[in-house]
């Protein structure tokens, strides 16, 4: 089951001027250092100490600072535009009118609350018809189209063993809370989030008004547990070929009658005759559970799961039920305004039409050439790295150069923008989102058997994040992230490098990840190495993930190596290719102080800078437990203690808490 809770997060931001050596203070600067805080003891506190003492979490928000942080201010702006657009009268069909109407309908909270739970009612209605398992699959399939998904979790991708072709894949579902992991634990934490997602998931029953809530509520995470049982880890999911199962329809519809595949499969419209089951103990469990779990408590089941999946977009009590929830999860003491909420509902399901109008508004266009600069820069960096590492022979070398040239470079927005075929009615919210995600799903099927759209991209161009796609071989850079502090036009390149170079480093690095690297130069899961060179490249992701899992986040809360490995891999390689190509640099090759910092002190002081971020201790518990990646102060700690120039340039000495001594000092890129 999902859950709809959806959090901004507040930033600070910093005024605007433009770089000189010789100012007095700009934003390019490094104000607050912590002198009494050693470089080689805590790097990331040395820069950042003051401002984690200073920096604020708003009542509403999980956290505050730099990267998915500071999507805030891009969500003012968003903000800003679509209230600009909602005023206007724009013709039918505009994206204007589209983006402006589905914003005013969901800011027109006296219909919503007017409404309640209405809206659902025909399809709570529809549920309680259901009297056997046929009708229950039914339900569940003509549910997919709408976006109402509960025990199946499908999505149109490349074929890893062909990524020349879209298929189908299927892979675990049915759960409420975040992971498997939540519904076995027993400490004080975990059994916290279990009562309180009960409670929340009694709340929906009574605003629905059905009778037995709390036993309702029983009987559905009763259910939830026993799929979760069924369900791999997120480090079992991190192995490629153990979650790639290509099989036969037909041969699903022996094995698990119960589902009904083909029957599944006519229903929503797709032609298949294999399909990739990525965790195959999930469907051969629910395919018995069908059965063994009576009716009528699937039915019970099926009315939290739509009450749930609906309960962000239904009158404000629902609102309310799910931010109870909330707060025992992540900590959040207060909720986002309206308009927050729904700026970030507008970017989920109409991304691209605001994209555009986002990118017209905000974006540097001279921001975009001098990123693909970089990135080209950075390429050659790592090109120098593969000819000189000691571990891999010349035949691996050679592919692995082949991979990186073929990498595809997306900056800043799609050259082909999505466009949105649907009707978007001012006074209709609910309907709205329905016809949205109807058109979200046409959008997804009508890619299946087809070679994958390459101007497709996977985040919207506001969103300040960037991606590596295995399957496409393409790295991602949406305007979003293309600002301060990861990048600035008129930054000195130690500021450019250290910021958005590290981060470009660190998705050309996911190429040859522990996941990445299983991947060839067409996407396809092809062992493109020599046995010899895998098995170090192996041993040496081992050692990540060795010293990963020895770091303490809170007491007695530790990191997961072999789940974050892969991003560790990534911000460890991400600093060295980014320190190499700074170095190409005509201020990487000189010693001309800044405010009294060498270059290369400038590189690593931006590095501790970008993944400046403060969170509560609920949101870092629950991140620990379901995030891929290190939280900052390991993305910056981490590497550094593992990097030769980091040490000469704070002359890093033994007897520092993160020294380590050069055999110590793990280097896979």
């Known amino acids: 089951m999902k859950k709809l809770l959806y959090f901004s997060l507040l930033v600070l ?15 390019f ?12 003891d805590n790097f990331f506190e040395h820069v950042n100490k003051q401002w984690l003492d200073n920096a604020v979490i708003a009542d509403d928000q999980v956290g505050v600072g730099s990267y998915s942080f500071l999507n805030i201010p891009q969500k003012k702006l968003l903000e800003n535009i679509l209230t600009e657009v909602a005023s206007g009268i724009h013709p039918e069909g505009s994206i204007e009118q589209k983006v402006g109407d589905f914003y005013r309908s969901g800011m027109d909270v006296a219909t919503i609350n007017q409404r309640g739970y209405q809206p659902i009612k025909p399809i709570l209605q529809e549920i309680e018809t259901i009297k056997n ?7 569940v399939t003509k549910e997919i189209s709408t976006g109402n998904t509960s025990i199946i979790s499908m999505g149109v991708s490349p074929d890893n063993e062909n990524s020349s072709i879209n298929i189908l894949h299927f892979g675990q579902a049915g759960l409420g809370l975040p992971d498997r992991d939540f519904y076995f634990k027993t400490d004080s934490v975990s059994v916290a989030i279990q009562k309180a997602y009960q409670e929340y998931l009694s709340s929906l029953f009574t605003l629905s008004e059905s009778k037995n809530a709390a036993n309702n509520a029983a009987t559905v995470y009763a259910i939830e547990k026993k799929l979760a049982a069924a369900h791999k880890t997120r480090i079992e999911r991190r192995n490629v070929k153990a979650n790639y199962n290509k099989m036969t329809v ?26 990739d089951i990525k965790q195959p103990a999930y469907y051969k469990t629910l395919n018995s559970l069908l059965v063994s779990i009576p009716i009528s408590e699937w039915k019970t089941y099926l009315k939290a799961s739509t009450l749930a999946n609906y309960s962000d977009i239904l009158s404000k009590d629902f609102e309310d ?6 707060k025992v999860l992540y900590g959040q003491s207060s909720q986002q305004t ?10 989920r399901q109409l991304g691209f039409a605001l994209g555009q109008l986002y990118v017209k508004r905000y974006f540097n266009e001279a921001a975009k050439k001098r990123v693909l600069d970089l990135v080209n820069n950075l390429q050659k960096a790592f090109e120098n790295r593969i000819n000189e590492l000691d571990w891999m022979s010349d035949i691996t070398k050679q592919q692995a150069k082949e991979k990186l040239y073929a990498i595809t470079k997306k900056i800043g927005y799609p050259d082909v923008w999505r466009a949105y075929d649907v009707k978007i009615n001012k006074d209709t919210y609910f309907e709205n989102v329905l016809a949205l995600n109807k058109n979200q799903y046409q959008y997804q099927a009508n890619q299946l058997n087809k070679a994958p759209n390459k101007d497709r991209w996977g985040t919207t161009p506001s969103t300040v994040t960037a991606y590596y796609n295995p399957p496409l071989n393409e790295i991602v850079f949406p305007a979003g992230i293309l600002q301060f502090p990861y990048f600035d036009v008129d930054a000195d390149d130690a500021i450019n490098y250290g910021g958005i170079g590290m981060v470009i480093g660190h998705e050309l690095t996911h190429a040859f990840d522990d996941q990445g690297a299983q991947f060839d130069k067409d996407g396809n899961v092809k062992n493109w190495w020599t046995d010899e060179d895998f ?7 081992q050692q990540m993930i060795d010293r990963y899992s020895s770091f303490t986040v809170l007491e007695g809360l530790h990191l997961q190596g072999a789940l974050t490995v892969g991003e560790n891999t990534a911000d460890n390689g991400g600093i060295s290719i980014a320190y190499d190509a700074f170095k190409l640099t005509e201020q990487g090759k000189g010693n001309t102080k800044i405010q009294g910092f060498t270059p290369d002190q400038r590189f690593f002081m931006s590095i501790a800078r970008i993944w400046r971020v403060k969170t509560r201790d609920a949101y870092l518990r629950n991140y620990i437990k379901t995030n891929s990646h290190s939280p900052p102060v390991w993305r910056v700690n981490g590497p550094l203690m593992n990097f030769t120039p980091f040490y000469t340039a704070f002359d890093v000495q033994p007897g520092d808490k993160n020294y380590k001594a050069t055999e110590e000092r793990i280097k896979i890129w």
């Open 250 to 275: 037909a041969s699903l519809n022996k094995s698990q009658t119960n589902i009904g595949w083909s029957r599944m499969l006519q229903e929503l419209h797709l032609e298949a005759t294999e399909v």
């Open 133 to 139: 398992v046929s009708d229950l699959m039914n339900f």
């Open 29 to 40: 600067d490094f104000d607050g250092i912590t002198a009494s805080i050693k470089p080689g």
């Open 338 to 347: 309206r308009a927050q909420l729904m700026v970030q509902k507008v970017d």
């Open 13 to 27: 931001l910093i005024a605007s001027c433009k770089t000189d050596a010789n100012s007095e203070k700009n934003k």
């Open 321 to 326: 039920a799910n931010f109870e929830y909330a």
């Open 535 to 541: 098995t170090k490249f192996k041993a040496k992701t």
